[in-house]
């Protein structure tokens, strides 16, 4: 199939009100959710899941990628007004952000904040377009050695870079193998944990471990303090975002955007290290570098490039690959098994224009964002005031309708509340999170994967190092391993 | 909490769990067939290998809070503890609560679990709205009803006393 073929399948999937409307959509949801301190951009898709279940996978998909892309500006608002980020991307925001608005300029840091996110990530979405395709079919060619290898480096990526700890990310990681392991043997057919209960030999389902381990923690935080969360709003003030300011800092943009990608594109590494990244690089490289931390737009600039360059170029390794790229795209994942797709590079072929579909709802999204984040800046105040602890309890219910919606099973809401005091003991032990929920999704497919390299060479463990592909993941993971541990070390913090 | 005690802990419990898993659970809990002739084909094999691995890590977490140079503060969590056994009593009700949300589903349905659920969490947190919070806890329960039971077709559980339509 051309390209122009493929761009035609795309359009005639999502040329349509409906598709469009559910982008909009999520970008308000994502927005909102971005945006309200302690409602995360993941948990505002978390959430969004289980209504997708009902539409059609192109409509589903859009709704959770408008919420996520929403969700990751939105979280830029409270970063700059209260000074409490909405989503863990958004902390280096703060550094200048914040500032900005304790002088009366939150107007201005805040429309800079929007115009740097959306030339990020339309620039993430472009990357996302080239890059995809090409990726995926380089991978038509992977085996079950290369799919082994690939996935353990992605683990110890994501146990690496996820806390602030190799060790206990790894101990988490562990944790969700671990428990990916309930249900029938894939070979034997046997029971492994399932302690005789039918309901647990297919397997704990995907989307109560993951609401379980993501929205639940925050209602149990928040019976531990529930005030926590107040904090003084600051007025968005006279001041706005000039051209001249957008141009001044178009350089710290594109580098933000730039690094952004590139971080985005390898699984596990998420917004946070390159929006801080980007921060740094900005600094070092500013005429004003005196004025970083104090107030400086371009440090606004740079840090949202940084985390919405991300956006975009996660969606590589999930779509080309198979590999969530972050906790988000792992949720996304969710919904693309709900509604029978696979992600991976199969799917260019079998699925062509469901790719293509999103390729143009993505494209379309950026200047959604920009009509959305410009409402949504003025807006902020009505959604700060919200209740907090009126929103939890709606979050609860929200969470045990959805979760149940996805098997009609009342199990499935045990299993959440139980993965909840699971994740919310994780939290207090600072052990991340999303190392255990990728672990537990590409869990099967690494096991699955290093039995069929086995049974393919007759229980021969070279077939592992078989090729060049397989010694190129091999070598980034021991890379990956030795850069870690060093710079934990220099930092002469935690060696976990 | 320091975060060598931290380690400690974690590194102790993971050591435990390991433990646990490889010499209780595995055995008893994943059946593995006679027949087996490929030892890396066991259904057993893989939970051995993560818990080997568990254990390592764990035996790691405990080096390091000896031997590393640990010195962090979790000042946060030092503020938390600091206010007494409150916050550990609302901690036990949720989790009643959430006890109570499993035995009601199959009997009052969700709609009204999720009424009485909500009251009782924006009650434990102390909401400074309380009549909002009766106005919520009816509402969002009915609205997401209708969604899931008349637009995404779930089959919502009504319970034993009274069904909505």
Same mark, same amino acid.
């Given at each position: %199939? ?78 700059? &007004?209260?000074?409490?980020? !909405?989503?863990?991307?958004?902390? @280096?925001?703060?550094?200048? #952000?914040?500032? %900005? +608005? ?6 201005? @840091? ?65 944790? #969700? ?66 051209? @001249? ?18 971080? !985005?594109?390898?699984? #596990? ?5 390159? +929006? ?25 600039? @740079?840090?949202?490039? !940084? ?5 975009? +170029? ?6 080309? &690959? ?24 199969? %799917? ?8 293509? #579909? ?10 959604? &964002? ?34 149940? +919606? ?38 099967? &497919? ?51 | ?21 490889? =010499? ?5 809990? /994943? ?8 030892? /890396? ?54 989790? /009643? ?18 009424? =009485? ?17 009766? /106005? ?5 329960? =009915? ?23």
């Amino acid at each position: %199939m051309s390209l122009m073929d493929s761009l035609a399948a795309g359009l005639s999937l999502v040329g349509n009100v409906e598709a469009f409307f559910m982008l909009f959509c999520g970008l308000v949801i994502g927005v909102i959710g971005g945006a309200i301190p302690g409602l995360s951009a993941t948990m505002a898709v978390a959430l969004t899941l289980p209504f997708t279940f009902s539409m059609t996978p192109i409509n589903g998909i859009l709704l959770l990628l408008g919420v996520y892309k929403g969700g990751i500006f939105g979280g830029s608002i409270p970063a700059i &007004l209260i000074k409490t980020p !909405g989503t863990p991307a958004s902390s @280096a925001t703060i550094l200048d #952000g914040h500032p %900005m +608005a304790e002088r009366g300029e939150a107007g201005r @840091a805040l429309g800079m904040a929007l115009y740097a996110s959306c030339t990020a990530d339309l620039m993430s979405n472009l990357a996302l377009i080239l890059f995809a395709g090409w990726l995926a079919s380089f991978a038509l060619s992977f085996g079950p050695p290369e799919f082994f290898a690939l996935i353990l480096f992605s683990l110890t990526i994501i146990a690496g870079v996820s806390g602030e700890s190799l060790l206990r990310g790894a101990l988490s990681a562990l944790a #969700g193998l671990l428990l990916a392991t309930v249900g029938l043997d894939l070979v034997y057919g046997t029971n492994r944990f399932t302690f005789g209960d039918p309901n647990m030999m297919g397997g704990l389902n995907f989307i109560a471990v993951l609401i379980g381990l993501f929205a639940i923690p925050e209602i149990i935080a928040m019976a531990w303090n529930p005030v926590a969360h107040l904090g003084r709003t600051r007025a968005l003030g006279k001041t706005r975002c000039t051209l @001249a300011d957008y141009w001044g800092s178009f350089k710290s943009i594109i580098r933000g955007s730039m690094i952004g990608v590139f971080l !985005g594109s390898i699984p #596990g590494i998420g917004a946070a290290p390159s +929006a801080f990244l980007s921060y740094s690089e900005a600094r070092r490289t500013s005429k004003n570098k005196e004025n970083f931390g104090k107030g400086e737009i371009e440090g606004v600039a @740079a840090s949202e490039a !940084g985390n919405n360059g991300v956006a975009g +170029a996660t969606l590589i390794p999930l779509l080309a &690959l198979g590999v969530p790229g972050d906790v988000i795209t792992a949720i996304i994942i969710g919904a693309f098994m709900v509604h029978g797709l696979q992600p991976g590079p199969m %799917m260019f072929i079998i699925n062509v224009d469901i790719i293509y #579909g999103l390729f143009i709802g993505l494209i379309v999204s950026s200047v959604f &964002l920009l009509v959305v984040g410009s409402v949504a800046i003025r807006g902020f105040k009505y959604v700060a005031d919200v209740p907090k602890r009126l929103l939890m309890p709606a979050v609860l219910v929200l969470c045990i309708y959805g979760v149940y +919606a996805v098997n009609n099973n009342i199990f499935d809401v045990g299993v959440m509340f139980a993965m909840g005091w699971v994740g919310y003991l994780m939290m207090r032990n600072r052990i991340p999170a999303a190392p255990f929920l990728i672990a537990f999704i590409l869990g099967p &497919l690494l096991e699955d994967n290093f039995r069929q390299s086995m049974l393919m060479s007759g229980s021969d463990p070279s077939v592992l190092f078989r090729g060049p592909i397989t010694w190129f993941f091999w070598l980034l993971t021991c890379v990956t391993v030795f850069a870690i541990t060093r710079s934990t070390l220099r930092k002469k913090v935690p060696l976990s | 909490m320091t975060t060598k005690s931290l380690h400690l802990r974690i590194g102790l419990a993971a050591v435990l769990g390991a433990a646990i898993l490889a =010499l209780y659970a595995i055995p008893t809990f /994943v059946f593995s067939p006679s027949n087996v002739n490929i030892i /890396v084909l066991a259904p057993t094999f893989w939970p051995y290998v993560l818990s080997g691995i568990t254990a390592l890590v764990g035996l790691g977490l405990i080096a390091t809070s000896f031997f590393s140079d640990l010195s962090g503060f979790d000042t946060e969590d030092t503020i938390e503890l600091s206010e007494g056994p409150a916050p550990w009593l609302r901690l036990v009700a949720l989790a /009643v609560i959430m006890a109570l949300i499993m035995f009601g589903l199959p009997r009052l349905g969700m709609v009204w679990t999720c009424m =009485l659920a909500f009251v009782a969490c924006a009650f434990l947190f102390r909401t400074r709205h309380p009549y909002m919070a009766l /106005v919520c806890a009816v509402v969002v329960p =009915l609205l997401l009803y209708a969604f899931f039971a008349h637009v995404a077709g779930v089959a919502v559980p009504q319970g034993n006393f009274v069904r909505l339509p």
